[in-house]
């Protein structure tokens, strides 16, 4: 494809022109359906992986939008996500009926999009580690998906592969050195289960979508061929998933009943320091042995961080941050609480706009001060940290001064 000078000048504007472009949308994931029960084996191809290309070519103007819409998609997809305010809605909703709990509970999902270095696989691969009820010890499913244009379907492809040992890999988020010698042969594909992102500028939006009954696997412990269908959506800051699964006689076997997918958001990362006087609330001016703590991060989608002694174990208290509405106006608030450990109630919490960078609350025995991290804001990991653990100190000054002396090098309590 050739152009004039001035036409690539053009067409580079506007490439530059739709990364600079954001908005404010909705959108949607993948691999949220669990079979309910353990032991299941899917399809898998007994052949290595290979990267495909198609022949097939687009004229100009669809190439060069497809190019765009992968770009995108590739700077949209990374990060963690997190449906808090969905699950706490439906509670808060659910009290004011009979009963007052859910009809179908949503579960409370946390996903871990990761990019990754895996030049054996192809040039752009991602980790993917999922973990329910925000126990991040342990993960429901992991897996390696990687992107590609399809030219023949006009669309942004993305393959699932699973890995040859979970538990060898779990946190490889954190150990990018397992993917550099990775190789295809390792992985195992399912056949059909590969997803078609196409972005439609209408709604600022990709959709997700499988080829229809061509995801399947057969469920061992159900003896019966099981059919996968997806719902997916992808936006700048929300990700949407509803799978469902279904026998081949289309009779309803797992999945949401009543069609409603999972609703995650894009987490806001933020760095921070807290302060707490050893005689906690009760603590009076001659009370001066102090725990700080700095350079932890928590997340703004529901985090609860435990806020430990100077020897490691919890205090009474945790740190929360969450995204949430307020219920009498509707409107859209950052939430920083205090809570009591046992009781899971706010001792005592400050609200912000959502976009807030800075937010802070000082009770005298104790404080708090949180900023938004300034880059990699969507991953609570990096580069680690300077210091994270506590430590005594004998004044209740602010942080950064000399009177409190700096923590012991030890890796944050998450």
Not at 58 to 65: A, R, S, T, V, Y
Not at 111 to 116: D, G, K, N, T
Request: aromatic fraction near 12%; proline fraction near 6%; charge should be positive.
């Amino acid at each position: 494809m050739f152009f004039s000078k001035q036409q690539n000048i053009v067409i580079w504007f506007a490439v530059i022109s739709a990364f600079i472009f954001t908005g404010m949308v909705t959108g949607s994931a993948i691999g949220q359906t669990l079979e309910p029960a353990t032991s299941f084996k899917p399809l898998i191809s007994s052949k290595p992986i290979a990267s495909k290309s198609s022949s097939t070519k687009l004229i100009p103007g669809k190439e060069l939008k497809l190019d765009l819409d992968f770009d995108r998609f590739i700077s949209w997809f990374g990060g963690e996500w997190n449906n808090n305010e969905q699950v706490w809605q439906q509670k808060a909703d659910a009290e004011k009926l009979p009963g007052g709990k859910p009809v179908e509970p949503i579960l409370h999902t946390h996903h871990i999009f990761a990019p990754v270095s895996a030049p054996k696989i192809g040039s752009h691969v991602f980790y993917v580690q999922q973990h329910l009820d925000a126990d991040m010890s342990k993960a429901y499913r992991q897996r390696v998906y990687r992107l590609s244009k399809d030219v023949a379907e006009n669309a942004v492809k993305l393959e699932i592969f699973t890995l040859p040992d979970d538990k060898t890999f779990f946190n490889a988020h954190l150990q990018p050195a397992l993917f550099t010698s990775l190789d295809t042969s390792a992985l195992k594909a399912t056949p059909g289960c590969e997803v078609y992102w196409r972005y439609d500028e209408t709604t600022s939006a990709f959709t997700g979508v499988l080829k229809p009954n061509a995801c399947s696997y057969f469920s061992q412990r159900m003896q019966k061929r099981i059919v996968v269908s997806d719902t997916l959506k992808l936006t700048q800051s929300e990700i949407w998933i509803n799978d469902q699964a279904r026998d081949e006689q289309g009779n309803y076997l797992f999945g949401s009943k009543t069609n409603t997918p999972v609703m995650n958001r894009k987490v806001r990362y933020y760095t921070g320091w807290l302060l707490l006087n050893r005689a906690g609330k009760e603590a009076k001016e001659t009370d001066k042995e102090i725990i700080f703590r700095k350079d932890f991060v928590i997340h703004n989608e529901g985090q609860y961080l435990p806020v430990l002694w100077d020897d490691g174990t919890p205090s009474p208290y945790m740190l929360e941050l969450a995204q949430l509405t307020y219920q009498n106006t509707k409107s859209p608030i950052l939430k920083l609480a205090l809570v009591d450990k046992d009781s899971k109630k706010s001792v005592m919490y400050i609200w912000a706009n959502t976009e807030a960078t800075r937010l802070g609350m000082n009770l005298k025995w104790f404080q708090v001060g949180l900023t938004l991290k300034e880059d990699r804001v969507a991953y609570g990991f990096g580069d680690p940290p300077k210091s994270a653990a506590p430590s005594t100190a004998t004044s209740a000054t602010a942080p950064g001064t000399a009177t409190i002396p700096a923590p012991a090098d030890k890796p944050a309590s998450r």
